[in-house]
């Protein structure tokens, strides 16, 4: 699979030691003599991927940096510490322990942007590979300080107060299912002065439960957190680039709100403009409306969110899947300056996680996907944005239709038959009827073919 996120697949199928040399190749052809920061999130198919990107870097030529196992925002900031000309973050992200891939990083520290990774992509196509001769070879060295330059840049944020955090002692329950944040959040959350209760926070890669944070997955840290009397949860995937919360009653608070809870906080702090995609909450519209700021959507994908930011300046930004962007540190999902945020919301605020979510507007959001079959995914687009012509309609990523009480986003998959649709209403009554009326007009759809 590739996408603005980079290259994925599953590991033996399509990742292959033939995949990893064909795209590591392609992104280092224009950076010869260059540095580049290699790190990533620790599944066990990393160790025959990172020695291998490693050697193709050296083998073009390329200076290369390796800073261990490590989040992808932690490589991001990396690469910007050290003026590097880029950056490769050997991970699935979310994806079950079978998958593995490669996230490439721009020097300004942000994922290649989608003229760039398509360039990428076409050159790994071109038959023929050359390399660097024996007196142009790279070369490799470590860096060992990447997680502790992510954890002080959290600290040094004018809105974070350590002391007042510590003193709150918070009790935490966290899960870092052995990815990649049990070498950061623990050490973040001990810093602060938190009691953590600790899940799966060995980062061995042999993945504890299925690694995406939904609800589905974090009954253990449901459990956790009622069991313990934790006043809140944290989990994080594998890469550490998304949080998850669960309230002081055991229950999730839902991964939108991961970025409605940072949104408010930062507005409350320095009110400006906020970049959201279009698959993300209502409620961080009417926030920014609540605080008479301005709201930008764009295209679902990390680097279209990073993109938009930095062109309007925004003071916060992400995506509602629980991927909290705060330029103050860098331009990417952050789960650890999400888990910084929330803990001093908490910490300001007084009450419960649980009271403050009620502080938030109130919707429930509905993700899911209708396989198409023999239809034309142009055709189902096509017929929804007539059924709604009366709406409001987007059609920059798929269609979004937005309606008094609520939202349909149908968005065609690149990779499989399917489309995938969210949808958002004030309950779950209104949300599970639209969802459903909108599957079985695709099912008709596709009877009539």
């Known amino acids: ?20 040399v064909k795209y590591v190749h392609a992104f280092a052809q ?53 003026a590097a000309a880029g950056g490769i973050a050997i991970t699935a992200s979310h994806n079950p322990i079978q998958w593995n891939g490669l996230k490439f990083i721009g020097g300004d520290g942000l994922f290649l942007p989608e003229k760039k990774i398509t360039e990428l ?5 071109k038959p023929g590979r050359v390399y660097a001769n024996w007196k142009e070879l790279g070369s490799e060295e470590s860096y060992g300080s990447a997680i502790e330059d992510h954890l002080q840049a959290i600290y040094d944020l004018s809105y974070i107060d350590v002391d007042l955090i510590r003193s709150k002692k918070f009790k935490v329950a966290l899960d870092c299912v052995n990815g990649a944040g049990g070498v950061i959040i623990p050490k973040l959350l001990e810093h602060l002065g938190c009691e953590i209760v600790g899940l799966n926070l060995e980062p061995t890669g042999m993945f504890a439960h299925t690694p995406e944070p939904v609800p589905q997955n974090l009954g253990d840290l449901c459990r956790a957190v009622k069991e313990s009397q934790a006043d809140l949860g944290f989990a994080v995937d594998p890469d550490v680039d998304r949080c998850a919360i669960i309230g002081n009653d055991g229950n999730p608070l839902g991964e939108e709100y991961t970025l409605a809870l940072t949104v408010k906080f930062i507005l409350m702090k320095k009110p400006g403009h906020v970049v959201i995609n279009l698959s993300t909450s209502r409620a961080i519209d009417d926030l920014v409306l609540y605080y008479n700021c301005i709201l930008t959507k764009t295209k679902v994908g990390e680097i279209n969110v990073a993109d938009k930011m930095r062109e309007v300046g925004a ?43 009620q502080t938030l507007p109130q919707y429930y959001i509905l993700k899911d996907k209708s396989s198409l079959g023999e239809v034309n995914p142009d055709v189902v687009m096509e017929h929804f944005a007539n059924k709604y012509r009366g709406e409001q309609l987007d059609f920059s990523d798929g269609l979004r239709i937005d309606r008094s009480d609520s939202w349909i986003h149908l968005r065609k998959s690149n990779t499989e038959p399917i489309m995938r649709i969210i949808v958002e209403a004030r309950t779950p009554e209104i949300a599970w009827r ?3 009326e909108a599957k079985d007009e695709i099912a008709r759809l596709d009877r009539r073919t």
């Open 1 to 20: 699979m590739t996408s603005v996120s980079g290259v994925r697949g599953i590991v033996g199928d399509s990742m292959t030691p033939e995949t990893v």
């Open 30 to 82: 224009p950076l010869k003599g260059k540095k580049i920061v290699v790190g990533g999130d620790p599944r066990i198919s990393q160790f025959f991927i990172r020695p291998l990107v490693k050697s193709v870097l050296m083998a073009s030529g390329c200076q290369v940096v390796d800073i261990g196992i490590t989040p992808t925002p932690t490589v991001q900031i990396a690469v910007e510490k050290l």
């Open 121 to 125: 992509f076409r050159r790994a196509e």
């Open 315 to 357: 003071v916060i930004g992400g995506e509602g899947n629980g991927g909290v962007i705060l330029p103050d540190i860098h331009l990417g999902r952050d789960a650890p300056a999400a888990v910084a945020l929330t803990l001093q919301h908490l910490a300001e605020g007084g009450k419960s996680i649980n009271e403050l979510k």
């Open 434 to 436: 639209i969802l459903q």
